[in-house]
């Protein structure tokens, strides 16, 4: 595979002839970027690996809307958080999941998955995640795990800088409490 420079994969993107090709570098280069930042919201392996199909296929059809105002990389983890969303929110109504008790919906997820390999400690720091508004959690995922710049944050999920701060130094402060809780 050639070197992955993002400008030049987006004007093989905009042309027919090069779309497919290119298109089979942004699933290589993203795959697994993106299937952890799932896999951190829905926790399940299966959930993930399908939600991580639905975002591509979501990208696919909707090349054409891509204008690049954006970066790509922003766009894809903007589809793929859209599709976690509406997939945590389609599973709070299938299950009659009270927004407070989501958390624990999601850990009994975790548990129950057979690829979950934590330990106590991976256990009780997924608790104290998911004890996190959705807001913080999600920011928390996107600067802790993938160290996402605040400024790209910013675009895929429509707030600002300075508000992605602060959700993310009250998310750290909540996650510091809950693990020195009960030291």
Same mark, same amino acid.
Not at 66 to 90: D, P, Q
Not at 157 to 163: D, I
């Given at each position: 595979?050639?070197?992955?420079?993002?400008?030049?994969?987006?004007?093989?993107?905009?042309?027919?002839?090069?779309?497919?090709?290119?298109?089979?570098?942004?699933?290589?280069?993203?795959?697994?970027?993106?299937?952890?930042?799932?896999?951190?919201?829905?926790?399940?392996?299966?959930?993930?690996?399908?939600?991580?199909?639905?975002?591509?296929?979501?990208?696919?059809?909707?090349?054409?809307?891509?204008?690049?105002?954006?970066?790509?990389?922003?766009?894809?983890?903007?589809?793929?958080?859209?599709?976690?969303?509406?997939?945590?929110?389609?599973?709070?109504?299938?299950?009659?999941?009270?927004?407070?008790?989501?958390?624990?919906? &999601?850990?009994? +997820? =975790? @548990?129950?998955?057979?690829?979950?390999?934590? %330990?106590?400690?991976? !256990?009780? $720091?997924?608790?104290?995640?998911?004890?996190?508004?959705?807001?913080?959690? &999600?920011?928390? +995922? =996107? @600067?802790?795990?993938?160290?996402?710049?605040? %400024?790209?944050?910013? !675009?895929? $999920?429509?707030?600002?800088?300075?508000?992605?701060?602060?959700?993310?130094?009250?998310?750290?402060?909540?996650?510091?409490?809950?693990?020195?809780?009960?030291?």
């Amino acid at each position: 595979m050639r070197q992955y420079i993002e400008e030049d994969v987006v004007k093989r993107l905009r042309d027919p002839k090069t779309q497919r090709d290119a298109f089979g570098e942004v699933v290589a280069v993203y795959s697994e970027k993106l299937y952890w930042q799932i896999r951190k919201m829905v926790l399940g392996h299966e959930d993930a690996n399908d939600l991580l199909q639905n975002t591509f296929l979501k990208a696919w059809a909707n090349l054409d809307s891509f204008r690049g105002e954006a970066k790509l990389s922003t766009w894809m983890y903007k589809i793929a958080v859209n599709e976690c969303i509406t997939f945590l929110n389609r599973q709070r109504a299938i299950n009659s999941v009270p927004l407070d008790d989501t958390d624990v919906y &999601l850990l009994d +997820t =975790l @548990k129950a998955d057979e690829y979950f390999d934590g %330990d106590k400690i991976e !256990e009780k $720091l997924q608790k104290a995640i998911l004890s996190l508004p959705e807001k913080q959690r &999600l920011v928390f +995922t =996107l @600067k802790y795990y993938d160290d996402m710049k605040y %400024d790209d944050m910013s !675009e895929v $999920l429509g707030t600002s800088v300075g508000a992605l701060k602060a959700s993310y130094h009250h998310a750290v402060k909540k996650i510091e409490a809950f693990l020195t809780n009960d030291i």
